[in-house]
Each structure stands twice: as C-alpha cells, then as structure tokens.
C-alpha cells in the first residue's frame, strides 16, 4: 500500500500566478522534460518556462 505522499503518478509542476486574468494556475513539465508549458484557464495565453542547469528552488512564479 502507497503512502499518501508516494503517489507515482504525479507529474512534476510549478504553480504560476497569471496577471492577465489574475489566475493561479499549473504549469506542467512536457514529456521532454525540457520546458513547463501551460495555458492561463481564463484568456489562453500560453507559458513556458525552459529547463536550465542550475535551476531554483522556487515553486511559485508570476507571469506578466
């Protein structure tokens, strides 16, 4: 039995604040694993954030 924690189905995200429609919102790693790439729920506009050596720890980013 899997802990709740344990769920492998999960998909590594990062959580965007849209101010075009002041909207938060997941942005999803592709299949690549290259990029997060997503929608704003509201208008459409499409993000995406490429992977890069170094990253962040940041979770949480804003788009404006």
Not at 8 to 22: A, E, L, Q, V, Y
Not at 36 to 43: D, M, R
Request: glycine share 12%.
């Amino acid at each position: 039995m899997n802990k709740p924690d344990e769920d492998k189905g999960s998909r590594p995200f990062i959580g965007i604040m849209f101010d075009c429609c002041h909207i938060y919102s997941r942005l999803y790693k592709n299949k690549a694993g290259t990029a997060y790439v997503g929608w704003c729920p509201k208008c459409m506009r499409k993000l995406e954030i490429k992977c890069g050596g170094g990253g962040t720890n940041q979770r949480i980013f804003r788009a404006q």
